[in-house]
C-alpha cells in the first residue's frame, strides 16, 4: 500500500440534521456525543431526533418528489448534479478522510486508499445511469396491431436509508447513488456512532446544487429516528445496511405500511484455500479477509479453511503477519489497524475472545486489548476449532478469525455452507476446476477466487439467506430503486 498522506482531524462543521435544504437543530433540543475511538474522547455534540425531526424531514422528501424542481429535472442534468457531487468529495477529499479516522478509528492509509476512492466512483458510476435507465417496447399478442406496449422507469418515491457505522461515508455513497440516478428522494439515518462524514456529504450535496429536500439527513439513534422512519406511512422504501437481528425488527415494522426493503446484513465468510495455492498470496489474502477494517466488514473472512496438508505451514505464516501488523494512531500513516469504532463493540469482541477460549480453541495469537486507551483490539487468530461453535458461527464483527482444517473439496463445501449467512466466500487454489466448482456451489452473494474484498460500484454486491435481500452496486441496485410502469395505448 502506497504511503498515505499526512492528514491532521479537521474541526467539526456540522452536527444538525439537514431537513429541505436547511441545517436545523432537533425538535427536543437534545444532543449525544460523537466519539473518537482511539481516545474514547467526545468529538461533538449531534443533534438527537425522534419521529417529529422524522416527519419533517419525510414531508421535504415528499414535496421534493412531487412538485419541486427535482420532479421536472431532466435525468441528464439530475446526472450532472451527481457528477458535481462527485468532484465536490474528491476536492474536499482530505478532510472527509480525516473526519472518518476522527468518528470511525479506522487508518487513515485504508481511508485513502478504499472508502475514499470508492466513494468518489460510486456517485460517478450512478451518475453515468441516470439519463440511460429506459423502458421497452413489449411485442403483446397482438395480432391486428391495435396495441402498443411500453414500460417506464418511475423512482419508487421516497426512500429510508438506514446506514451502519463501519463504513460511514461508503455506505452513505451506496445508498445516495442509485436512489438519486433513479430520481427517488431520500432521508438518511446515519449510525449514531458515525454521523459526522454524512453530515459534510450534505454539505456538499446542497453546494453542488440538489434542491431542497432532495437529500435529507436525520442524526439519531436506531430505536427512536430509525424506527420512526421505517414505520412512516409517506416512506416507499427502506433501505438498510446493519445486523440481521436489526433487519427482523424492521421487517416486521415496515410490514403494515408494506415498504419495499432491501438488506445488506450480516456475514460468516468461508474463506478457502487448497494446498495447491499460491501460500504466499493466501496468506495475505487472509490478512486482508479477516483484518482489514479492523475486521468491522460485513464480508469478513472469518471462517478460514485450510486443507490438511498445508495447514500448519499456513498457520505459522499467517500468525506470523498477524503479529508484524502495526497497530495505533488511526493517524499516522504507517498505521495498518486502527481502533474498534466503540466501547461497547470492543466488548463484545473481547467477550467473543474469551468465550472461544472457554470453548476450547487454542488462541494462537492476539486475545487482547492493544495499549491502554482507545478501543484496539490486537489482531487474533483461533485454532483448533470446531465449525459448531459459537465463534465460528456467529458474527463476531472484529479481528478474530477461526481457522479449521480439511480434508477433500466435498467436505470444504459443505462446513462452508454450514452457516447461516451467505454473503461472500473465497477460494484460493491454481487448479481451476477447484475455484470454479467451488464458487458455483457456495451459497454466497459474492465469490472470490484467489482474491479478497475486491469492490467495484459496478459489481453487484449482497447476500443470500440472512445475508440479506436484494444487490447494491451495479445495474441490480437500480432495479430495487424504481418502478416499473406498464403503459398500453390503443391505436385503434
Ligand atoms: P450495530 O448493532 O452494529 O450498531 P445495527 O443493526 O443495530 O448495528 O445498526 C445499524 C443501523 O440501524 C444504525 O443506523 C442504527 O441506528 C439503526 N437501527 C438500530 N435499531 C433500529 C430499529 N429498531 N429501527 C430502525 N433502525 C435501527
Redesign the pocket.
Known amino acids: 500500500m502506497a504511503t498515505a498522506p499526512t492528514i491532521r482531524p479537521p474541526s467539526v462543521r456540522q452536527t444538525r440534521n439537514l431537513v429541505n435544504g436547511e441545517w436545523c437543530e432537533s425538535h427536543t433540543g437534545k444532543s449525544f456525543d460523537a466519539i473518537n475511538p482511539a481516545t474514547g474522547e467526545s468529538i461533538a455534540a449531534v443533534c438527537d431526533s425522534d419521529h417529529h425531526d422524522i416527519d419533517s424531514a419525510v414531508s421535504a422528501a415528499r414535496r421534493a418528489l412531487e412538485v419541486g424542481p427535482w420532479s421536472r429535472m431532466s435525468a441528464r442534468d439530475r446526472g450532472k448534479l451527481m457528477f458535481t457531487l462527485a468532484e465536490l468529495i474528491e476536492a474536499n477529499a482530505e478532510e472527509l478522510a480525516g473526519l472518518e479516522v476522527l468518528n470511525n478509528g479506522k487508518p487513515v492509509s485504508e481511508v485513502m486508499a478504499a472508502d475514499v476512492p470508492l466513494v468518489i466512483e460510486t456517485i460517478r458510476y450512478y451518475a453515468g445511469w441516470a439519463d440511460k435507465l429506459t423502458g421497452e417496447t413489449i411485442p403483446v399478442d397482438d395480432k391486428m396491431g391495435q396495441f402498443l406496449c411500453y414500460t417506464r422507469r418511475e423512482p419508487v418515491g421516497v426512500c429510508g436509508q438506514?446506514?451502519?457505522?463501519?463504513f460511514p461515508m461508503l455506505m452513505t455513497a451506496w445508498k445516495w447513488g442509485p436512489a438519486l440516478a433513479c430520481g427517488n428522494t431520500l432521508v438518511l439515518?446515519?449510525?449514531?456512532?458515525t454521523p459526522l462524514t454524512a453530515l459534510r456529504l450534505g454539505e456538499l450535496a446542497s453546494e453542488a446544487g440538489f434542491p431542497p429536500g432532495v437529500i435529507n439527513i436525520v442524526n439519531?439513534?436506531?430505536?427512536t429516528?430509525?424506527?420512526a422512519?421505517?414505520k412512516h406511512a409517506d416512506v416507499d422504501k427502506i433501505a438498510?445496511?446493519?445486523?440481521y437481528?436489526?433487519?427482523q425488527?424492521?421487517m416486521a415494522?415496515a410490514a403494515p405500511t408494506l415498504k419495499r426493503l432491501t438488506f445488506e446484513l450480516g456475514g460468516k465468510s468461508p474463506n478457502v484455500v487448497f494446498a495447491d495455492a499460491d501460500i504466499e498470496q493466501a496468506v495475505n489474502g487472509a490478512m486482508t479477509g479477516i483484518f482489514f477494517n479492523q475486521g468491522e466488514v460485513c464480508c469478513a473472512g472469518s471462517r478460514l479453511f485450510v486443507e490438511r496438508g498445508a495447514h500448519d505451514d499456513f498457520v505459522d505464516a499467517f500468525k506470523d503477519r498477524a503479529q508484524k501488523r502495526k497497530l495505533g494512531d488511526p493517524f499516522s500513516p504507517e498505521t495498518e489497524q486502527g481502533a474498534q469504532v466503540s466501547q461497547?463493540?470492543f466488548e463484545r469482541i473481547m467477550g467473543y475472545i474469551n468465550t472461544g477460549k472457554q470453548e476450547g480453541a487454542r488462541c494462537v495469537t492476539g486475545g487482547e486489548r492493544f495499549g491502554d486507551k482507545g478501543f484496539f483490539v490486537k489482531p487474533t487468530i483461533f485454532t483448533g476449532v470446531k465449525n459448531d461453535m459459537r465463534i465460528a458461527q456467529e458474527e463476531i464483527?472484529g479481528p478474530v478469525v477461526t481457522v479449521l482444517p480439511f480434508e477433500d473439496t466435498t467436505q470444504v463445501v459443505e462446513q462452508a455452507n454450514e452457516t447461516m449467512f451467505g454473503l461472500a466466500a473465497a477460494v484460493w487454489t491454481r487448479d481451476i476446476s477447484k475455484a470454479l466448482n467451488f464458487a458455483n456451489t457456495v451459497r454466497a452473494g459474492t465469490v472470490w477466487v484467489n482474491c479478497y474484498n475486491t469492490f467495484d460500484p459496478a459489481a453487484p454486491f449482497g447476500g443470500y439467506k440472512f445475508s440479506g435481500h436484494g444487490r447494491e452496486n451495479g445495474r441490480e441496485a437500480l432495479n430495487a430503486y424504481s418502478e416499473v410502469k406498464t403503459v398500453w395505448m390503443n391505436l385503434d
Not at 189 to 193: R, Y
Open positions: 438506514i446506514i451502519p457505522w463501519n439515518k446515519p449510525a449514531e456512532q439519531g439513534f436506531g430505536e429516528a430509525g424506527d422512519l421505517v438498510f445496511t446493519g445486523e437481528k436489526t433487519a425488527i424492521i415494522n461497547e463493540q464483527f
